[in-house]
């Protein structure tokens, strides 16, 4: 029998819930592999431990050995400090546990996410009258389930048949600085990294046109069948959006699929100052958003919009005579989304939404939005070299002591890492490596920029 819950040990949890949320411990741990190992080899698991032994052993670890992104000096991944509401939200789901796959085994909370995912579409812009939406478990499934919608809809001989029921090689185009999850799915739906088409960016570091209009052309010449286009709202390495009106033009001309994966940039539709620069979103034959990334949640929410409700039964529709039966008038998930046991993800963002409203959410963005123009300013105001632009909060910049040679973002990353209490990153632009600076936490303050921009000075003399 499992014991109790003791009161002591719910005790433990809230304080510990308030206590990280409040203060995070350093950033940046140092520890190997075989450290840990050892660590955990007295857990034989022969004897049963006090529950709040275990608990307290969790923590320290957690505490210990772990990089912080809900640190406020993480200016690191796509990895947000979680809002309050969100932690609540995952620990309720867990509680009850629903099982999401049948709407009939949920209603209560297949109803909240939809009533969730609605909101979301109507901020991007979507035709909220017909559009079929779920959450995922992040960003790649939701462009997983974009690439198959598109195969179905574009190609669906080959729901029966395959690919074998082509003669022509379907082609997808991305960015070249596009997010690898595609590379993983074109290897994943059978269509093999031949057929991910890279597309080159021009000096802004957007997608660019008119190399697109060329690729396009020559592969037809060459024997493919262009279907699919994406464009980045939001690049991982740079922050840059594509130019996603054009490439919506494109592809209607062209008869072909306008993906938009907007990952981490999709949130900023609910800020009135940032949502122009997602323009052209709503024009998308779908959408990947991330609610783990710019909306502050726990990993893993990810979502998923289209507007062919058709396309989306047809990808995934099958005949599973142990399921309750369908009820008329409701999306049923195992029927239309590619899990099949499903958690109740929805949640976080329903509670976020709710407790915060829509306001307090853009308020969020929008300090983060300005605290990566702040970081701008302070680097040139340094002698820095910003290398990217957009209005988001990601930042590439150099050196010129980096340019010159006379010291690597390598020894200053190193440098960086040592001290515990900052996290920045690297990319390579262009072939020259630069520092990538994202806010992800909205409790972030020019404080905390001015913490890093006096360790970066001290680390090129
Ligand atoms: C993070 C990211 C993804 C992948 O999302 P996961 O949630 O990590 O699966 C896809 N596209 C972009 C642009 C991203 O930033």
Known sequence: MEPATSAALLDKLSHEIQDFFDNPTSVSPTVTAAELRQHLSRFTFD???????????????????????????YFGLFNPAPTRPAI??????????????????????????RHTLHHVARKLGLPTETVAANFTSGGSEANHTAVLVA????????????????????????????????????KH????????RPVPVDASLRMDVAALKTLLKADEQAGLEPFLVVGTAGVTSTGTIDPLPELAEICRTNGLWFHVDAAWAGAAAFSETLKPALRGIESADSVTVDAHKWFNLTMGAGMFFTPHQESVRAAFNVRADYMPASEADVAVPYLTTLQWSRRFTGLKLFMTLAELGDEAVAAMLDHQAELGHYCRKCLSDNGWIVVNETPLPVVNFTHPAIRSGAVSVETILEKVYAGGDLWISSVTLRGEKAFRFCVTNYKSTTADVDVLMRALNSFVG
Do not use: C
């Open 47 to 73: 004897q049963p431990l006090e529950a709040e032994t275990v608990f307290d052993e969790v923590r320290q670890m957690m505490r210990a050995w772990n990089v912080q992104i809900s640190h406020p000096r």
């Open 88 to 113: 609540v939200a995952d620990a309720l789901t867990a509680v009850y546990n629903p099982q999401m796959a049948a709407w009939s085994h949920a209603p209560a909370a297949n109803e909240i996410e």
């Open 151 to 186: 195969l179905a809809h574009h190609f669906p001989q080959t729901l029966e048949d395959g690919l074998f029921a082509l003669s022509k090689r379907p082609a997808v185009y991305v960015s070249e600085l596009a997010h690898n999850s595609f590379d993983k799915i074109v």
């Open 189 to 196: 739906v059978g269509l093999g990294l031949g057929a991910l």
